[in-house]
């Protein structure tokens, strides 16, 4: 029997499903609909883009890291020369190329589990950059005159620019792949849940949020006036501040017919009609 909700595989005398903890009623249990896995599909693109940055992250642990002499040192040279368990650490963007890689071919077999191949992901593609952390900051320790950090990105090489392409890839395709993989297996609430990540962040940030306020000149008159009848203020003669925050008026909302009848700044004014 499976899960009418996410395809998972359970026991007959399952209750609830331990994928997505979907009740299971004895219409279920009846159901032959739930007899064979719902075939779901994960999106493809995703995938693919997923795929192409491991590939990126592997084949750069092969190419120039630094660039020292006529060909460089590239990843493999590095793990020789370490001493100790630096060479582990060294090693572990190419351990996150490949576990990533063989993690979405069982991904692909078995998209209802998608939470749990998530969180391996998450940790393969976490691993190098704290690798790097770690890796700098001991440098800096054993070398009494500092490293410069513009110097060590003065030296990065093809490789190692690949390498931090791929990383990149890898953190930002899956975390797509797993927002679209939640909405197809219906899991709102870990949907809701999910914050926005640091590039997205800094996307948001440069692409500037919506302007979600009213515009000018656009309310209806009855719906000024309900507003007008909650705001109890006196509204002075040739007002240049908001009766409510004090706020001056922006030279786009001064007077304006909401900003006029209710004594409001536009941001106030939003607030009030909101609620109407």
């Given at each position: 029997m499976y899960c009418s909700k996410c395809g998972n595989k359970l026991e007959d005398n399952s209750r609830f499903c331990d994928n997505c903890g979907e009740k299971i009623s004895e219409t279920?249990?009846?159901n032959k609909s739930v007899e064979y896995a719902p075939e779901i599909k994960l999106p493809n693109t995703f995938y693919s883009l997923i795929q192409?940055?491991?590939?990126?992250?592997?084949?750069?642990?092969?190419?120039?890291?630094?660039k020292e002499g006529s060909l460089g040192i590239n990843g493999y040279d590095l793990m020789s020369l370490a001493p100790g368990w630096?060479?582990?650490?060294?090693?572990?963007?190419?351990?996150?190329?490949?576990?990533?890689?063989?993690?979405?071919?069982?991904l692909y077999k078995e998209?209802?589990?998608?939470?749990?191949?998530?969180?391996?992901?998450?940790m393969l593609g976490t691993a190098p950059i704290i690798a790097v952390a770690i890796l700098y900051f001991k440098l800096n320790m054993n070398d009494s005159s500092g490293i410069d950090l513009k110097e060590i990105v003065g030296s990065i090489g093809i490789g190692g620019w690949g390498t931090i392409i791929g990383l990149i890839g890898i953190n930002l395709f899956t975390a797509r792949l797993y927002k679209e993989g939640l909405k197809i297996l219906g899991f709102q609430k870990e949907l809701d849940a999910i914050e926005p990540g640091l590039i997205e962040q800094i996307a948001e940030g440069i692409k500037g949020k919506p302007d979600t306020r009213v515009t000018p000149g656009q309310v209806a008159d009855n719906d000024i006036q309900l507003i007008r009848d909650k705001v109890k203020q006196v509204i002075p003669e040739n007002a240049n501040r908001c009766v409510i925050c004090d706020e001056k008026y922006s030279s786009d909302w001064k007077n304006t017919k909401e900003q006029k009848q209710t004594g409001l700044c536009r941001d106030c004014f939003t607030s009030y009609y909101n609620r109407i």
């Open positions: 279920d249990r009846t192409v940055s491991c590939i990126i992250t592997i084949i750069s642990f092969f190419m120039p890291w630094l630096y060479g582990i650490l060294v090693i572990t963007p190419l351990i996150a190329g490949i576990g990533v890689s063989i993690i979405l071919i069982l998209p209802n589990k998608l939470k749990s191949f998530f969180s391996m992901i998450e």
